[in-house]
T-cell receptor
Framework: AQSVTQLDSQVPVFEEAPVELRCNYS??????LFWYVQYPNQGLQLLLK??????LVESINGFEAEFNKSQTSFHLRKPSVHISDTAEYFC????????????????FGQGTILTVHP | DADVTQTPRNRITKTGKRIMLECSQT?????MYWYRQDPGLGLRLIYY???????NKGEISDGYSVSRQAQAKFSLSLESAIPNQTALYFC????????????FGDGTRLSIL
């Protein structure tokens, strides 16, 4: 079984400031890692993912996350946030089975509400 | 049109009523999932299906049932609704071939009085 902990339930920040949303996970097997974003009254959208390879992954809108296996973390960062980044962010993991693939079942963290102030 | 469509978007009902939430997808994905979202708890998996004949319980299946009527349709039922099932419900799909993330519908907000 796996679990995901997002260390901050709310993160307020001013526009153009840097931000880090923290995520730690626990699992007895290897996992794939994801960050999703949820805007008000919408479903979740994939922001970025780590499956293998480089431990630093980037999204098209300036977010990045680094997989740290020794610390079992997958923190999300952005060097300069915009008002439009205001949303709830979810970290999630998916267990990798013996065949090297995933059943696709996601375990989510509790969510972090990012509020960007002008 | 949305790739994953959930109906209804909002529903208010009374304790003890039977409720069905419907999900349809146009992505051609094999796998479909139902989650509920509660403030401060994130999303939790209720049921998932890898194809029409393969349905599995998730983390919190008690009080719920599902039906996979076709590859594109996956319904969630609450046989006798209770107030603590008030939540935001999401349907999601994924393609088994790519270990890829799930694609979510816009959710159904369910209130049980």
């Amino acid at each position: 079984a796996q679990s995901v902990t997002q260390l901050d339930s709310q993160v307020p920040v001013f526009e153009e400031a840097p931000v880090e949303l923290r995520c730690n996970y626990s699992s007895s097997v290897s996992v794939y890692l994801f960050w999703y974003v949820q805007y008000p009254n919408q479903g979740l959208q994939l922001l970025l993912k780590y499956l293998s390879g480089s431990t630093l992954v980037e999204s098209i809108n300036g977010f990045e996350a680094e997989f740290n296996k020794s610390q079992t973390s997958f923190h999300l960062r952005k060097p300069s946030v915009h008002i439009s980044d205001t949303a709830e962010y979810f970290c999630a993991v998916s267990e990798i089975n013996a065949g090297g693939t995933s059943y696709g079942k996601l375990t989510f963290g509790q969510g972090t509400i990012l509020t960007v102030h002008p | 049109d949305a790739d994953v469509t959930q109906t209804p978007r909002n529903r208010i009902t009374k304790t003890g009523k039977r409720i069905m939430l419907e999900c349809s997808q146009t992505k051609g994905h094999d796998r479909m999932y139902w989650y509920r979202q509660d403030p401060g708890l994130g999303l939790r998996l209720i049921y998932y299906s890898f194809d029409v004949k393969d349905i599995n319980k998730g983390e919190i299946s008690d009080g719920y049932s599902v039906s996979r009527q076709a590859q594109a349709k996956f319904s969630l039922s609450l046989e006798s609704a209770i107030p603590n099932q008030t939540a935001l419900y999401f349907c999601a799909t994924s393609d088994r071939s790519d270990n890829q993330p799930q694609h979510f519908g816009d959710g159904t907000r369910l209130s049980i009085l």
